[in-house]
């Protein structure tokens, strides 16, 4: 794909097997070279982009270059925003290394990076040539990060396949054991989830933000706690429930089927509630969805399920305008979920 190849990735990854890959291309006498940056969503900004794009100018990168994202979800939004606009635009190859990366982020195209106000504000629909997964690197992957990407796959299941999300609540234990069998397995049914979706709307005009479900929560809570307090994958786990919860007061989802999801989450170990401090209130949480991607006009727009397994969609749009009174009450319910798991535990003993 390039004359010649920049690795771009993060602190951590080049030390586990970013080094190993640029000895690789060497050995085999390909012009190669490696660059890399901090590990970590705060890293994710137009400072980093700009410091990786000096570093090619200077290595002498020209436009047959083509960039290998090697890394989790941050290196793969990053390095392609870098592939996109660097001499107006490179070859790259998603090469993931988390669990959150292979079953969905390195799938679609989707690059770019946050602003302090808003959470991939900035950045641009850019296709890799190939994404080249492979399952082995998640032995070294933390178990918190092997969460981090089930949230994601638990949302896939709720966008799009009731089946696989019966699957999910029978068999999380050995996804949590990352058994690499049933992991390749869970892959391959994310990527093309993923990929169905992005095949029909690839510039996210209708369609594809159905993956957007709990993102707009989501998003809202990663920028309230300055891209630390939460992992991706974690804020997106908060994001799911409490828009499961707006779906049922508008008359979609059943109590049962929300009670589901919050199990099956509660289950894997991804964080089920809004936190309680007040940098997470609820009127702070209102207003940062304000900026959210999907937002117009002042509107905020939520992609729910209209049953699990099946997206909601109005008047041919796959997003929908909910009321403030649904979005306050499921925000202030989502507080005290844990009591109320409690509460159910009592009452069946
Ligand atoms: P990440 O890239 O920060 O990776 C998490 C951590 O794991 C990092 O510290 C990383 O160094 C480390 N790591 C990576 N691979 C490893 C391995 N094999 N073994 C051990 N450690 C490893 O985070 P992430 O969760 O992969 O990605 C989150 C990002 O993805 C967010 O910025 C989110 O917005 C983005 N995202 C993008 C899309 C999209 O469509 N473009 C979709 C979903 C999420």
């Not at 030390?15 to 901090?38: A, R």
């Not at 590990?39 to 020209?62: C, H, P, W």
């Amino acid at each position: 794909f390039g004359k010649s190849y920049c690795i771009i990735t993060d602190s951590k990854v080049k030390n586990l097997f970013g080094k190993s890959l640029l000895k690789q291309f060497k050995n085999k006498k390909i012009k190669v070279d490696l660059i890399s940056f901090s590990a970590g969503e705060k890293y994710k900004t137009i400072k980093t982009v700009e410091r990786i794009s000096e570093q090619m100018l200077e290595r002498n990168f020209d436009r047959k270059t083509c960039v290998i994202a090697l890394g989790g979800g941050v290196v793969g939004d990053l390095a392609g925003f870098v592939a996109a606009t660097y001499l107006r635009g490179v070859n790259f190859i998603q090469v993931p290394t988390t669990l959150l990366a292979m079953v969905d982020s390195s799938v679609g195209g989707k690059t770019g990076v946050n602003l302090s106000k808003g959470k991939n504000s900035f950045g641009a629909f850019y296709q890799p040539k190939k994404v080249y997964v492979c399952p082995e690197f998640l032995k070294k992957l933390p178990k918190p990060e092997i969460k981090n990407g089930l949230s994601e796959v638990v949302k896939h299941a709720i966008i799009k396949d009731k089946e696989f999300f019966n699957y999910l609540e029978q068999n999380y234990k050995k996804l949590l054991s990352v058994d690499s069998k049933i992991m390749s397995q869970v892959i391959k049914r994310n990527c093309e989830i993923k990929s169905r979706v992005v095949e029909k709307d690839e510039k996210e005009s209708n369609y594809r933000q159905i993956v957007n479900y709990g993102h707009t929560i989501g998003h809202a809570l990663e920028v309230l706690g300055n891209y630390k307090k939460f992992k991706h994958g974690e804020a997106i786990s908060i994001g799911m429930i409490v828009e499961a919860r707006i779906s049922q007061k508008i008359g979609y989802l059943n109590e049962k089927e929300v009670d589901r999801i919050k199990k099956l989450l509660h289950n894997i170990g991804l964080p089920v509630k809004v936190p309680k401090d007040s940098k997470f209130s609820i009127k702070k949480i209102m207003n940062a969805t304000q900026k959210d991607k999907k937002a117009v006009a002042g509107n905020v727009y939520y992609a729910l399920p209209k049953s699990i397994g099946k997206t909601l969609s109005r008047n041919g749009k796959y997003v929908v305008k909910a009321p403030n009174s649904a979005i306050l009450r499921s925000l202030e319910e989502s507080r005290w979920f844990v009591f109320q798991l409690l509460q159910e535990k009592l009452m069946m003993h």
